[in-house]
């Protein structure tokens, strides 16, 4: 059982940055493929960033790209999303996702099989 926990987010404004992390609990952590999806009221959850095991290999959401970043240290067990020029439409909750058993990104939801907790992003206009 791989156990997610998830830290950052909050509000911030328009224009601004924020930083999530989600720290697993597995040593196999290093070889688990890693996303990050959001979801808001009334929208279907989607993934905004992914990242292989070893980190060599990501996928960014058309609506983040260039603004977000995903990274992870295997070391620590621990994945990063960094988030710049934040926009209004980027208010979610955002959840950190593990597909353990796989090396490789995905970016639908059933793919991944740990979640973590949720934290919510807002961003004011």
């Known amino acids: 059982q791989v156990q997610l926990v998830q830290s950052g987010g909050g509000l911030v404004q328009a224009g601004g940055s924020l930083r999530l992390s989600c720290a697993a609990s597995e040593r196999t952590f290093s070889v688990y493929a890693m996303g990050w999806f959001r979801q808001a009221p009334g929208k279907d959850r989607e993934c905004v960033a992914a990242?292989?095991?070893?980190?060599?290999?990501?996928y960014y959401a058309d609506s983040v790209k260039d603004r977000f970043t995903i990274s992870r240290d295997n070391a620590k067990a621990t994945v990063y999303l960094e988030m710049n020029s934040l926009k209004p439409e980027d208010t979610a909750t955002y959840y950190c996702a593990a597909r353990a058993g796989f090396e490789t990104w995905a970016v639908r939801p059933y793919e991944y099989n740990y979640w973590g907790q949720g934290t919510q992003v807002t961003v004011s206009s």
């Open positions: 990242v292989n095991w070893s980190g060599a290999s990501t």
